[in-house]
C-alpha cells in the first residue's frame, strides 16, 4: 500500500474473524510500529502480546468485574468526562456505530451487549497492551510517545491486511490484565489494541467516523494570505 493509502484507509475494526495470526507477522508490525518517534530517543513503550487462552481469561475478567459493579482501575489518567464539541463527537461516532449495528436508542440489552463487546475486546484473536517504564511515570513526554507508537502499529498492522482499534476497555481492570498477561511490576499500563483479520460483514467495520476539516483544526502564522 502507498502511505496515503493506509491513512485515509485505515478505520477502527470491531468486528474480527477467529482466525490466528502469525507471531512473525506481529513482530514485523511492532518492528515497523517502533520507528516512530519519541522524545530524544527514550523509547518508553514496551508490548504484552496476548492471544488464546490468557486473552480469554481477561475478557472474561473484565467483564465479570464490570458487571459486578467493580470500579474501573486504568493506571492513566481519564480527565473530566467530555462536553461541548468533544462531547457531541464522541455522542457522533456512537451513533453511526449503533446505526450501522441496528441498536436502538432504547434497546438496553444490545447497548449493554456492545459495550460488554469492548470489555471483550471485541473478540479479536489477539490484544497489544502497550506499557511504559514506570520510572518515567509522571512525564507527559511518556503518553505523548506510547501514542505515537500506538498509530504506528495500527498503521502497520492495516497496511498488512490487519485490522486493529485502540481503545481503553480492555486494560479497565488492571490487576486482570497483570496477573493474565503476566506484566512486570515497573511497567505502566498505557493502552490496549485489539487486532486480527477483518470480518468485513460485521457492519460497524464500515463506519468510517467523521473528521474536523483542516481549516476548523489549523491556525497558519506567517504565511502569504
Same mark, same amino acid.
Given at each position: 500500500?502507498?502511505?496515503? *493509502?493506509? #491513512?485515509?484507509?485505515?478505520?477502527?475494526? @470491531? %468486528?474480527?474473524?477467529?482466525?490466528? +495470526?502469525?507471531?512473525?507477522? #506481529?513482530?514485523?508490525?511492532?518492528?515497523?510500529?517502533?520507528?516512530?518517534?519519541?522524545?530524544?530517543?527514550?523509547?518508553?513503550?514496551? =508490548?504484552?502480546?496476548?492471544?488464546?487462552?490468557?486473552?480469554?481469561?481477561?475478557?472474561?475478567?473484565?467483564?465479570?468485574?464490570?458487571?459486578?459493579?467493580?470500579?474501573?482501575?486504568?493506571?492513566?489518567? /481519564?480527565?473530566? !468526562?467530555?462536553?461541548?464539541?468533544?462531547?457531541? @463527537?464522541?455522542?457522533?461516532?456512537?451513533?453511526?456505530?449503533?446505526?450501522?449495528?441496528?441498536?436502538?436508542?432504547?434497546?438496553?440489552?444490545?447497548?449493554?451487549? &456492545?459495550?460488554?463487546?469492548?470489555?471483550?475486546?471485541?473478540?479479536?484473536?489477539?490484544?497489544? #497492551?502497550? /506499557?511504559?517504564?514506570?520510572?518515567?511515570?509522571?512525564?507527559?513526554?511518556?503518553?505523548?510517545?506510547? $501514542?505515537? +507508537? !500506538?498509530?504506528?502499529?495500527?498503521?502497520?498492522? &492495516?497496511?498488512? %491486511?490487519?485490522?486493529?482499534?485502540?481503545?481503553?476497555?480492555?486494560?479497565?481492570?488492571?490487576?486482570?490484565?497483570?496477573?493474565?498477561? $503476566?506484566? !512486570? *511490576?515497573?511497567?505502566?499500563?498505557?493502552?490496549?489494541?485489539?487486532?486480527?483479520?477483518?470480518?468485513?460483514?460485521?457492519?460497524?467495520?464500515?463506519? +468510517?467516523?467523521? @473528521?474536523?476539516?483542516?481549516?476548523?483544526? /489549523?491556525?497558519?502564522?506567517? =504565511?502569504?494570505?
Amino acid at each position: 500500500m502507498q502511505f496515503d *493509502d493506509v #491513512i485515509l484507509g485505515r478505520r477502527s475494526i @470491531r %468486528g474480527y474473524k477467529p482466525d490466528p +495470526v502469525p507471531k512473525e507477522l #506481529i513482530a514485523e508490525i511492532i518492528g515497523l510500529a517502533m520507528r516512530a518517534p519519541s522524545s530524544m530517543n527514550t523509547q518508553p513503550w514496551n =508490548f504484552y502480546v496476548i492471544t488464546g487462552e490468557p486473552l480469554d481469561r481477561i475478557r472474561a475478567g473484565n467483564t465479570e468485574r464490570m458487571v459486578a459493579g467493580i470500579p474501573q482501575s486504568r493506571e492513566f489518567r /481519564t480527565g473530566q !468526562a467530555f462536553e461541548g464539541k468533544h462531547r457531541d @463527537r464522541q455522542v457522533g461516532v456512537a451513533k453511526q456505530l449503533f446505526s450501522a449495528m441496528g441498536i436502538e436508542r432504547d434497546n438496553l440489552e444490545k447497548r449493554q451487549d &456492545w459495550v460488554l463487546r469492548g470489555f471483550r475486546q471485541f473478540d479479536a484473536p489477539v490484544c497489544v #497492551i502497550i /506499557t511504559y517504564d514506570r520510572v518515567l511515570d509522571g512525564s507527559d513526554d511518556t503518553p505523548f510517545d506510547c $501514542g505515537a +507508537v !500506538a498509530t504506528a502499529l495500527v498503521n502497520a498492522a &492495516w497496511s498488512r %491486511g490487519l485490522g486493529a482499534v485502540i481503545n481503553s476497555q480492555g486494560i479497565m481492570q488492571s490487576p486482570v490484565v497483570r496477573e493474565h498477561a $503476566g506484566i !512486570a *511490576d515497573d511497567q505502566v499500563i498505557m493502552k490496549s489494541i485489539a487486532l486480527g483479520w477483518p470480518d468485513e460483514t460485521f457492519p460497524a467495520n464500515a463506519v +468510517v467516523s467523521e @473528521r474536523k476539516s483542516v481549516d476548523e483544526a /489549523t491556525v497558519f502564522v506567517g =504565511f502569504e494570505i
